[in-house]
Nanobody
Framework: VQLQASGGGLVQPGGSLNLSCAAS????????MNWFRQAPGNQRELVAS???????NYADSVKGRFTISRDNAKNTVYLQMNSLKPEDTASYLC???????????????WGQGTQVTVSS
């Protein structure tokens, strides 16, 4: 299973970024997809999640500003981030919970992070 995150960068406070995570090697549509973030010295934090049924959940700190979505035809999950704040600065990691084959076990898979820096 490979999860390739992209879309990070440097943005001014109040700006927007749209992160993407392209998945391969996993049966995507039944999988739960999550975005986590981790800043230096901090614990990894769940930012947003989306289930196979498109149910979404968000950390309180990003509610109303971030939107998670998925495109099963493209095996891709997105994180639209608006009204960014300096405290959103972190490495953002894509996570998938699902199967790599129909009869296989449910696995927990991680991609490489994409860095988001919010600074003026």
């Amino acid at each position: 299973v490979q999860l390739q995150a992209s879309g990070g960068g440097l943005v001014q406070p109040g700006g927007s970024l749209n992160l993407s995570c392209a998945a391969s090697g996993i049966i995507f549509s039944p999988s739960a997809m999550n975005w986590f973030r981790q800043a230096p010295g901090n614990q990894r934090e769940l930012v947003a999640s989306i289930t196979s049924g498109y149910y979404t959940n968000y950390a309180d700190s990003v509610k109303g500003r971030f939107t998670i979505s998925r495109d099963n035809a493209k095996n891709t999950v997105y994180l639209q981030m608006n009204s960014l704040k300096p405290e959103d600065t972190a490495s953002y990691l894509c996570n998938a919970v699902g199967r790599s084959r129909v009869t296989g076990p449910v696995g927990n898979y991680w991609g490489q992070g994409t860095q988001v820096t919010v600074s003026s």
